[in-house]
């Protein structure tokens, strides 16, 4: 199973060119965590745990979420560029994500901040 999710961030994250470089921090059994790195200090991270379905997908500039969208037990929630330090419980916020819709996300974002 985690192998699956494996190929399917390194897959993914080639299809989107302001991921500069794809870099696995750390594998085991049930778990994977990743950094997409856009710039040497801007990055996503990504983090799946297939035992217990937790997923996190988190943009971080210069060492501080600025976005994000997390499921813990398979209930999601957002962390909006407005006000990352809190859950945003809406519809909206509750959305289920993949990393494609993540970093489509995150590329509106950073073309509409001009952070890039």
Known sequence: MIKKVVSEIEETSLRFPFIKRVVRIDETENTVKYRLIIEEDLFV???VNVENDTVGFVLINKGQR?????????????HTFEDPLEHDFSSAGCKRVNLKEF???VQEILDREKIL
């Open 66 to 78: 600025i976005y994000g969208r997390d499921s813990i037990c398979g209930k999601w929630h957002r």
């Open 45 to 47: 991270q990504v983090y």
């Open 103 to 105: 970093l489509i996300e």
